[in-house]
């Protein structure tokens, strides 16, 4: 009789039980041998362990849930991020034999009778979108589930999602932990395991997803990954723009370069050859812009079957040509499938597309335009040589003008003031580049704390009390529904609600509201300050103690405003960053050596980082803990691991002022040092220090003296960067009297020629 009770791998002789695996891999999937991390995570699975699962894309992430999900008794929830990723998962399970698997998505034929048999556990398999948790009907069907079988594995795949869309237009992410632990309960009240999937490890997914899955991050087993994200069948390369009027000509170069690369002819290259075609696929940012080069997937189109001769097909979320009567979905459906069978060479797509797809021969991927982040450049030229053999990654970069670049992305600044800088340099067509085609997505993701909590009190104003227990309904009022959920989301993270419902059908949300407990929901924010951000509770505690009123509205109000204010602080300025660091891989990467040596710097743990997380853990900071780190840069090559680890800590904790400090420092021992950026990191340390984090005058008078002695005895370089920022900061009145006077002193004693020549400069 099947008691629906979840099966347990003991964790005794690990190293047999993965041996035992093999009878399954051989004689199941018809491979001879795991991969490495595969088996590993596979036996985490059957542990019960919840983990992330960090391997480089082609090294076989989806296996890995296959196997776990058939060796346990039950059904294993898939969630997708996008229905092509969904239909190929179906596609290739079946070519395993495995055909007991469902798509579940509002353009599947009978998806009524998908969700009965869902009810009835008739599948091994359910693949569907972290908002199909939010949905009434299927909640109830996983429900009628537990009564006749069990799930035995919830999966995230592509995780990175989580925390790339989960704070911008896709809210169910960030309630996916939630929602899974309570409708994939079995009939005892136990959970699901989760295993998140993502072919990227930089330091602030990884926190993102550990944090808003809720996956213990005191377990060594939580997170499996490779020694090295290496990939060395795939070549980079960057092409430049002089002038950014002469994007199109620079894209149409670099597209004639392909075939020299691999000693073939322009002919063979680009023209189908079944197996053995040269397949590429083109990153766009836009999904319009039709008849020129635009940066949208119709104008590039044109513009690659000028400069090659070739027919090419094209995907994006929505139709590309407005006002088309065809059926989108059916259309792009078949634009994959051309590509898939190698019928056309090319594939035109937005970023909508390619997470997961597997075809072996794909030779070369060329984003138009920067990514917004390293991370996406990686995970997306990563769609390349599956088949492990040479593949060549490119980006096409323009950029108008360095200084306003360095202005726009400057991370001291205020979204207020970045969006009115944004605002005058995106006026004029012809000065449009990558940096304010990135800020175009970004400034309309983060429209800014007042409209976010003009939602929040739209939506408090809706409800007639929130002191009593209740259910009520509330509907879309808005064109952007997913702005108004996620301010229903913030609710619901703070603990005035406790769950919500969205009904697609009916445009309404059901909200269920908790009796409101003020000491609670300070304790739920604290709660998630501390596993985000350890170094912010001491100052978000004294900002909370002052919210006592006694109209509970107004407190719960004043509660949105300090979980936004917060998250602005931390999501958008990382954001920010990510956008800078993708600008300065490809300004100052000069060939396949130095970008893969900037991707490997953020990608792989650097070393010291154990000593970095205890640090980032910490909720007093001392800059003697960072000089340590610091006083190991022997080399360029020491400084650019630094530099790594500090790019990739800025982008989970994006003004703390240790990483800002490291950041800065690391910079002026690279060799291709950018004093810039090594400037705007110091003062905005000293910024963050003062008005964020507590840190004491004493602190920076002993990194004054610190830095004064690291100059001397180890980079001159130093002087000239701290004179600015501590001249900068006492202009500023940011730091106290003695460290002015400080300052100044030296300034005065100073016999160096840089500071003297500065001093003259500062007296005038």
């Given at each position: 009789?099947?008691?629906?009770?979840?099966?347990?791998?003991?964790?005794?002789?690990?190293?047999?039980?993965?041996?035992?695996?093999?009878?399954?891999?051989?004689?199941?999937?018809?491979?001879?041998?795991?991969?490495?991390?595969?088996?590993?995570?596979?036996?985490?699975?059957?542990?019960?362990?919840?983990?992330?699962?960090?391997?480089?894309?082609?090294?076989?992430?989806?296996?890995?849930?296959?196997?776990?999900?058939?060796?346990?008794?039950?059904?294993?929830?898939?969630?997708?991020?996008?229905?092509?990723?969904?239909?190929?998962?179906?596609?290739?399970?079946?070519?395993?034999?495995?055909?007991?698997?469902?798509?579940?998505?509002?353009?599947?034929?009978?998806?009524?009778?998908?969700?009965?048999?869902?009810?009835?556990?008739?599948?091994?398999?359910?693949?569907?979108?972290?908002?199909?948790?939010?949905?009434?009907?299927?909640?109830?069907?996983?429900?009628?589930?537990?009564q006749s079988s069990i799930i035995n594995l919830a999966v995230i795949d592509e995780a990175h999602c989580v925390s790339e869309w989960g704070h911008d237009f896709r809210p169910a992410y960030l309630n996916l932990s939630?929602?899974?632990?309570?409708?994939?309960?079995?009939?005892?009240?136990?959970?699901?395991?989760?295993?998140?999937?993502?072919?990227?490890?930089?330091?602030?997914?990884?926190?993102?997803?550990?944090?808003?899955?809720?996956?213990?991050?005191?377990?060594?087993?939580?997170?499996?990954?490779?020694?090295?994200?290496?990939?060395?069948e795939l070549k980079f390369f960057i092409s430049r723009s002089e002038q950014v009027e002469f994007a199109e000509t620079t894209f149409k170069g670099a597209l004639n370069s392909l075939p020299d690369k691999f000693n073939?002819?322009?002919?063979?290259?680009?023209?189908?050859?079944?197996?053995?075609?040269?397949?590429?696929?083109?990153?766009?940012?836009?999904?319009?812009?039709?008849?020129?080069?635009?940066?949208?997937?119709?104008?590039?189109?044109?513009?690659?079957?000028?400069?090659?001769?070739?027919?090419?097909?094209?995907?994006?979320?929505?139709?590309?040509?407005?006002?088309?009567?065809?059926?989108?979905?059916?259309?792009?459906?078949?634009?994959?499938?051309?590509?898939?069978?190698?019928?056309?060479?090319?594939?035109?797509?937005?970023?909508?597309?390619?997470?997961?797809?597997?075809?072996?021969?794909?030779?070369?991927?060329?984003?138009?335009?920067?990514?917004?982040?390293?991370?996406?450049?990686?995970?997306?030229?990563?769609?390349?040589?599956?088949?492990?053999?040479?593949?060549?990654?490119?980006?096409?970069?323009?950029?108008?003008?360095?200084?306003?670049?360095?202005?726009?992305?400057?991370?001291?600044?205020?979204?207020?003031?970045?969006?009115?800088?944004?605002?005058?340099?995106?006026?004029?067509?012809?000065?449009?580049?990558?940096?304010?085609?990135?800020?175009?997505?970004?400034?309309?993701?983060?429209?800014?704390?007042?409209?976010?909590?003009?939602?929040?009190?739209?939506?408090?104003?809706?409800?007639?009390?929130?002191?009593?227990?209740?259910?009520?309904?509330?509907?879309?009022?808005?064109?952007?529904?997913?702005?108004?959920?996620?301010?229903?989301?913030?609710?619901?993270?703070?603990?005035?609600?406790?769950?919500?419902?969205?009904?697609?059908?009916?445009?309404?949300?059901?909200?269920?509201?908790?009796?409101?407990?003020?000491?609670?929901?300070?304790?739920?924010?604290?709660?998630?300050?501390?596993?985000?951000?350890?170094?912010?509770?001491?100052?978000?505690?004294?900002?909370?103690?002052?919210?006592?009123?006694?109209?509970?509205?107004?407190?719960?109000?004043?509660?949105?405003?300090?979980?936004?204010?917060?998250?602005?602080?931390?999501?958008?300025?990382?954001?920010?960053?990510?956008?800078?660091?993708?600008?300065?891989?490809?300004?100052?990467?000069?060939?396949?050596?130095?970008?893969?040596?900037?991707?490997?710097?953020?990608?792989?743990?650097?070393?010291?980082?154990?000593?970095?997380?205890?640090?980032?853990?910490?909720?007093?900071?001392?800059?003697?803990?960072?000089?340590?780190?610091?006083?190991?840069?022997?080399?360029?090559?020491?400084?650019?691991?630094?530099?790594?680890?500090?790019?990739?800590?800025?982008?989970?904790?994006?003004?703390?002022?240790?990483?800002?400090?490291?950041?800065?420092?690391?910079?002026?021992?690279?060799?291709?040092?950018?004093?810039?950026?090594?400037?705007?990191?110091?003062?905005?340390?000293?910024?963050?220090?003062?008005?964020?984090?507590?840190?004491?005058?004493?602190?920076?008078?002993?990194?004054?003296?610190?830095?004064?002695?690291?100059?001397?005895?180890?980079?001159?370089?130093?002087?000239?960067?701290?004179?600015?920022?501590?001249?900068?900061?006492?202009?500023?009145?940011?730091?106290?009297?003695?460290?002015?006077?400080?300052?100044?002193?030296?300034?005065?004693?100073?016999?160096?020629?840089?500071?003297?020549?500065?001093?003259?400069?500062?007296?005038?």
């Amino acid at each position: 009789i099947y008691s629906a009770e979840r099966k347990v791998v003991q964790d005794n002789n690990i190293k047999e039980k993965i041996s035992s695996l093999d009878i399954f891999l051989q004689n199941v999937f018809r491979k001879k041998t795991f991969r490495p991390m595969q088996a590993s995570s596979i036996i985490n699975s059957l542990r019960n362990i919840d983990s992330v699962v960090l391997l480089p894309t082609g090294a076989g992430k989806s296996f890995i849930y296959q196997l776990a999900g058939l060796l346990m008794p039950g059904i294993t929830l898939v969630v997708d991020p996008i229905i092509s990723l969904i239909e190929d998962q179906v596609e290739g399970l079946l070519s395993y034999g495995i055909d007991r698997a469902v798509p579940i998505s509002s353009g599947v034929e009978d998806l009524d009778n998908y969700l009965k048999g869902i009810e009835r556990g008739e599948y091994l398999f359910i693949f569907h979108s972290p908002e199909r948790l939010q949905n009434p009907i299927f909640r109830e069907k996983l429900r009628g589930l537990s009564q006749s079988s069990i799930i035995n594995l919830a999966v995230i795949d592509e995780a990175h999602c989580v925390s790339e869309w989960g704070h911008d237009f896709r809210p169910a992410y960030l309630n996916l932990s939630r929602n899974i632990k309570e409708f994939g309960k079995d009939r005892y009240g136990k959970s699901p395991s989760i295993i998140a999937l993502t072919g990227t490890a930089s330091r602030a997914v990884l926190r993102d997803v550990l944090s808003d899955l809720e996956i213990d991050k005191s377990k060594s087993e939580s997170v499996v990954r490779p020694d090295s994200f290496d990939r060395k069948e795939l070549k980079f390369f960057i092409s430049r723009s002089e002038q950014v009027e002469f994007a199109e000509t620079t894209f149409k170069g670099a597209l004639n370069s392909l075939p020299d690369k691999f000693n073939v002819s322009k002919n063979d290259f680009f023209s189908p050859s079944g197996k053995d075609t040269y397949s590429g696929i083109i990153f766009v940012p836009y999904v319009g812009g039709y008849g020129n080069f635009s940066y949208g997937v119709i104008g590039t189109k044109d513009a690659f079957e000028n400069a090659t001769s070739t027919n090419a097909t094209y995907f994006s979320g929505k139709n590309p040509i407005k006002g088309s009567a065809e059926n989108w979905d059916i259309k792009k459906r078949l634009n994959v499938k051309q590509f898939k069978k190698n019928d056309i060479p090319v594939l035109i797509a937005t970023k909508a597309f390619g997470m997961g797809i597997d075809k072996p021969n794909i030779r070369y991927t060329l984003h138009l335009g920067i990514p917004g982040s390293i991370e996406s450049f990686y995970q997306e030229a990563g769609r390349a040589g599956r088949d492990r053999n040479d593949a060549y990654c490119g980006i096409v970069f323009s950029e108008y003008d360095k200084e306003r670049t360095n202005s726009l992305l400057d991370p001291s600044i205020s979204l207020e003031e970045l969006k009115l800088r944004y605002d005058k340099a995106g006026k004029k067509i012809h000065e449009r580049d990558d940096v304010t085609r990135q800020l175009f997505f970004h400034t309309n993701s983060f429209s800014g704390q007042k409209e976010e909590l003009d939602l929040i009190k739209e939506t408090l104003d809706s409800l007639n009390n929130i002191d009593v227990a209740q259910t009520v309904e509330i509907n879309f009022s808005r064109n952007d529904d997913k702005k108004q959920e996620k301010s229903i989301y913030r609710l619901t993270k703070i603990g005035i609600f406790k769950d919500y419902e969205v009904n697609y059908g009916s445009q309404t949300f059901k909200i269920y509201i908790n009796n409101f407990d003020l000491n609670q929901c300070k304790n739920n924010l604290i709660d998630y300050v501390s596993s985000s951000q350890p170094g912010r509770v001491k100052s978000f505690q004294n900002e909370l103690d002052l919210i006592n009123g006694s109209n509970s509205k107004q407190n719960a109000f004043l509660l949105a405003k300090s979980l936004i204010d917060f998250t602005y602080d931390v999501i958008e300025r990382s954001r920010r960053r990510a956008i800078f660091e993708s600008v300065l891989l490809a300004r100052n990467s000069t060939n396949d050596n130095s970008i893969r040596k900037r991707l490997l710097d953020y990608l792989q743990e650097g070393v010291s980082t154990e000593l970095l997380n205890e640090l980032l853990e910490k909720n007093n900071i001392e800059f003697g803990d960072w000089f340590e780190i610091l006083e190991k840069i022997d080399s360029a090559i020491d400084a650019g691991e630094f530099r790594g680890m500090s790019i990739r800590g800025l982008e989970s904790f994006p003004d703390h002022p240790g990483l800002l400090f490291m950041r800065s420092i690391s910079e002026i021992f690279c060799s291709d040092f950018d004093e810039v950026i090594s400037l705007q990191a110091l003062y905005s340390s000293m910024e963050s220090s003062q008005n964020k984090y507590d840190v004491n005058s004493e602190e920076w008078l002993k990194t004054l003296k610190w830095l004064i002695d690291f100059a001397t005895t180890k980079n001159d370089k130093i002087h000239t960067i701290m004179t600015l920022a501590f001249y900068q900061a006492s202009q500023q009145n940011i730091l106290d009297k003695e460290i002015d006077d400080y300052f100044k002193n030296h300034l005065n004693s100073s016999k160096n020629q840089n500071i003297v020549a500065m001093k003259d400069v500062f007296d005038t």
